[in-house]
Structures are given as structure tokens and as C-alpha cells.
């Protein structure tokens, strides 16, 4: 990365303006204004997007209640995501400053980070800067066994029953849909492991395409998917920690800070015994329940999720011929090993601490790693994210897309994190109705 020149800041050294803050006008007659103080920072083109050697400023305003706020004291670090440089204060005279020229000399992305305490809380603001983003390669070996390790896995499913089992939840249930919690048997090591999951359904007959709901990190609770239902879709949403989805909170809580506390590491130096593994397996049998429903259409079978979703979208996907598109927003793990090359790998991060590093666990990620099931991905496939997510950073996101070969499509919203906005969740689903054919959906 080459540092340039800054184009404009102006730095107070004296500790007692810095101190004093900002001054916050009061109307007439008022004993004290409330506020929500926005940090908004942006890159200098509107694509947010450059070529490397290409210089990027930062502009930072602070408002409140819409109006800029002079007199601020901000902190700021720039540098790769995951990877910023050191933190410099600055004040901001009438509000706003500009930053910057600074750059990347490879594809990637770089972050501009910005703090600020106002009226005793701390606020934050980011942006991010790519450059040539749809030139990014893994990181994360490609296993000469990789395809042979996951035929043997998918064998011993062939032999174990589904068992599956259905309660009908009646609470749930609305005119149009039916709603059971499920239990089906999956394998792991040669041993029968339970999943649980919500199924909704069209109350009317008919035959309808199947979606899979895969979940995002965690421990808790599942609802179902009744607006799926609703829009003439067959929809099983599944945890995948064997533990029934359908209990108190509490418990999941005490599962959450306890026995599943560390889940996403179990088991790392063995590519059989990983957690994962098992996850996996699972995810390929919930699509057994579904193409074995009687109100299937028997051709639409669609995978979805978001974050950790995202990431069993695109391995459940690769590893089963009967899905026909793939949904996946932010997918997390994916080239996990970029921490071992000096740059932001994927959710969860494992390799970010030097004291997980070792061969066998780097090894093994190699067969769960998302990037080497992007690969293998032959179905459509329909990816979104934005540059500013801190927990899977559009550098692993984009190590996955890039090496997509079957038919896909990419969906950015520049300035989101890792949370959707309601126009993000509504694309979201017109994207999985169109990939399960469902209704009149459309971009």
C-alpha cells in the first residue's frame, strides 16, 4: 500500500480544545437537545470502486439531526480491512473533512474507520474502498482428495434412514399455511444424528418448488418460513446444532455460553470429526425431506441463507445435483486462510489468532472452506453483499465469487454492513422466488 500526502487536515494540538467537544446550538427556551449523531463517511467515487495504484480520499461528516456539526473530534484509521493502520485525531471546524490519498497496489479493499464521542457516546462510521475486487483469488488450497473425501461422506448417508417426523404446530398454522416442527436423521462418523427444522406448506393442494432456509451463526429458535408458504413455495427452515428449534430461549442461551459456545472450531485438526462436517451432512438431508414431500413439484429445489447461511447455501449447493439455484447473502466462511497471507480471511476468523494456526487445522479448513465449493457450484447462483461488512469481509467474499464458473449474478449494497436493510430483504426475496420459479417475481 503507498501512503500519499494527506489533501486536507486540520489538527488542534491543544489538549483543552480537544477536550471541550463539540458546541451543540440550543433554540430558545430549551434546556438541552437529544440527538442521534451520524458518522457518514464515502469514498470520492460514486462507484466506491478503483484500480490498483488509484488513489482514494475519504470525505467525514458528523450530523446531527441532520445538520453539520462543527467543532467534532474524530479518530480515524485507514488500511485494509482487518488490517487499519494507526488511530489519528482530528477535529472538524464546520463538520465535514476530506482525507485521504492513499491506495492499494493489489486487488482488495481499504478501509476508512471513523470514531467519535458525542454527549458521552461513542459513535462509529465506515467506508470502503475496493480495488479491482472482481480480480481477487483465494487464498485456500484446492484438495487433490477434495472431491473423493466428500463422495465418502455423502456414501454414508446412503444407509441411513430419514426417519423423518412431523408434529403439527397449530399456533402457527395461518388459513393459507401449515406449519410442523420436524425431526430427521442424518450421519456423522457412522453415527445417527438428529435435526430439527420448521416445515411450511400451502395449505391448498397443488405442487409447489421446494426452498431450503439454512441458518446464520448461532444458537437459537426457528418461526419457520410462513411467507414462503404464502407465496406458493414448500419451505424448510432447519438448525443444525441437533437440538429442537421449537424451546424456551433459555436454553438456547445456556447452550450458546456453554456446549456450543465454541462450535465453530470443534474438532478443526480432523476433517471428519470438524463440526462442520456433521453440519454438512445434515444440510443434504434436509433436502431429502424436501424432495420427498408429495406436494413437490419435483424440478425446483432452491438453497438460501445469509452469513453463515450463506455459507451452507453454497456448500449444501455444490455437494447435492438436485438443487436448481442458490441463494447467498454474505456468505461467511470463505478463504479463511487469507489471515496466513496477510490479508482479511472469512467468518470466523480463526486464523486472525496466531495461536490456532497450525497444519492440520489449516489443513482442514481446506475441506469446509466455502471458496472450494464455489468451485463446484453448477446450479445458478445469485450472490449479495456489501463493502462495508466487518464480519465477513467483501475480500472472502469476493475470493468466492470470482471462482463461481455456473451461471451467477452479484447484488451490492455499497454501504452495507453485515444487516440487511428492508430493501435489501425485500430483493431478497424476489431473488428466491425467481430462482424457485415461484410467483411474478422480478428484479
Known amino acids: 500500500m503507498k501512503l500519499l500526502p494527506l489533501l486536507f487536515i486540520l489538527v488542534f494540538t491543544a489538549p483543552a480544545l480537544f477536550a471541550s467537544g463539540p458546541d451543540i446550538p440550543l433554540p430558545e427556551g430549551v434546556t438541552a437537545r437529544i440527538g442521534s449523531p451520524q458518522i457518514i463517511v464515502t469514498p470520492d467515487r460514486a462507484d466506491w470502486t478503483y484500480a490498483p495504484g488509484d488513489p482514494v480520499t475519504f470525505t467525514i461528516q458528523v450530523l446531527y439531526d441532520g445538520q453539520p456539526l462543527p467543532g467534532v473530534v474524530v ?222 413439484d419435483g424440478e425446483n429445489l432452491v438453497v438460501v441463507g445469509g452469513s453463515q447461511g450463506g455459507q451452507l447455501s453454497i456448500v449444501t449447493s455444490a455437494l447435492d445435483k438436485r438443487v436448481t439455484g442458490t441463494v447467498s447473502n454474505y456468505p461467511a466462511f470463505c478463504d479463511v486462510t487469507g489471515y496466513l497471507e496477510g490479508r482479511a480471511g472469512g467468518w470466523p476468523h480463526m486464523f486472525r489468532d496466531d495461536g490456532v494456526r497450525c497444519p492440520e487445522k489449516n489443513a482442514t479448513t481446506a475441506y469446509s472452506d466455502a471458496v472450494n465449493f464455489a468451485r463446484r457450484l453448477h446450479a445458478p447462483f445469485s450472490m449479495a453483499m456489501g463493502y462495508n461488512d466487518v464480519t465477513c469481509p467483501p475480500t472472502s467474499m469476493f475470493a468466492a465469487y470470482n471462482v463461481v464458473t455456473a451461471e451467477k449474478e452479484l447484488h451490492l449494497q455499497l454501504e452495507m454492513g453485515h444487516r440487511g436493510t428492508s430493501e435489501f430483504y425485500d430483493r431478497f426475496i424476489e431473488r428466491v422466488l425467481k430462482m424457485a420459479k415461484a410467483g411474478q417475481a422480478t428484479f
Open 75 to 296: 479518530q480515524y484509521r485507514i488500511g485494509p480491512e482487518k488490517f487499519l493502520g494507526e488511530s489519528t485525531e482530528v477535529i472538524l471546524p464546520g463538520g465535514r473533512i476530506t482525507i485521504g490519498g492513499e491506495t492499494m497496489n493489489v486487488p482488495g479493499f481499504l478501509r476508512c474507520e471513523v470514531t467519535a464521542t458525542i454527549q458521552g457516546r461513542s459513535y462509529k462510521g465506515l467506508a470502503t474502498a475496493g480495488f479491482s475486487p472482481m480480480e481477487i483469488q483465494p487464498t485456500q488450497v484446492d484438495p487433490e482428495d477434495f472431491d473423493a473425501f466428500w463422495n465418502d461422506q455423502l456414501a454414508l448417508l446412503k444407509d441411513t434412514p430419514l426417519a423423518l417426523k412431523k408434529t403439527l404446530l397449530p399456533d402457527r398454522c395461518t388459513p393459507d399455511v401449515n406449519v410442523y416442527a420436524i425431526r430427521y436423521t442424518s450421519q456423522s462418523q457412522n453415527r445417527p444424528v438428529p435435526f430439527y427444522g420448521i416445515l411450511t406448506e400451502p395449505a391448498k393442494p397443488g405442487k409447489y418448488p421446494a426452498v431450503l432456509r439454512v441458518p446464520g451463526a448461532g444458537v437459537r429458535p426457528y418461526n419457520g418460513q410462513v411467507g414462503l408458504a404464502e407465496k406458493g413455495v414448500i419451505a424448510l427452515e432447519i438448525g443444525i446444532h441437533s437440538i429442537p428449534v421449537t424451546l424456551e430461549g433459555s436454553v438456547y442461551d445456556d447452550l450458546r455460553n456453554a456446549a456450543l459456545a465454541g462450535y465453530r472450531v470443534e474438532a478443526l485438526e480432523d476433517p471428519e470429526r470438524y463440526y462442520f462436517n456433521r453440519v454438512y451432512l445434515g444440510c443434504i438431508r434436509a433436502n431429502d425431506v424436501l424432495v420427498n414431500h408429495p406436494m413437490w
